[in-house]
């Protein structure tokens, strides 16, 4: 089982930045691919973005290409998402997420790992 813990979550204006961080644990030499989603309340679990384990597959989403950042850290067991220029539409909770194969990166129930999630308030 691999373990996930999201954090860096909080309160942030329209315009600004924050980083998220996700911590694995266990068995991450299982994983090949790790994701960020984020879901609203009411709505869906949206793809954000996707790393490989060795970065060679990157993915965005359109609505955050060129404002996010997402990387990993594999001597710390850890995943990172630089969001920049947020904006209001963005409020969500942010989950880590990741997958022991690499299929559908944008699909939610391809993954069989999630942490519990980090909520980002994105202020107007």
């Known amino acids: 089982q691999v373990q996930l813990a999201e954090s860096g979550g909080g309160l942030v204006q329209a315009g600004g930045s924050l980083r998220l961080s996700c911590t694995a644990s266990?068995?991450?030499?299982?994983?090949?691919?790790w994701g960020w989603f984020r879901q609203a309340p009411g709505k869906d679990y949206e793809f954000v973005a996707g790393i490989s384990r060795k970065g060679g597959n990157i993915d965005y989403s359109e609505s955050v290409k060129g404002r996010f950042t997402i990387s990993r850290d594999n001597d710390k067991n850890t995943l990172y998402l630089q969001m920049n220029n947020v904006n209001p539409g963005e409020t969500a909770v942010y989950f880590c997420?990741?997958?022991?194969?690499?299929?559908?990166?944008?699909?939610?129930?391809?993954?069989?790992?999630w942490g519990q999630g980090t909520q980002v308030t994105v202020s107007s």
């Open positions: 997420a990741a997958d022991q194969t690499y299929s559908d990166a944008t699909n939610p129930d391809g993954y069989d790992y």
């Open positions: 266990r068995q991450t030499s299982l994983v090949y691919y």
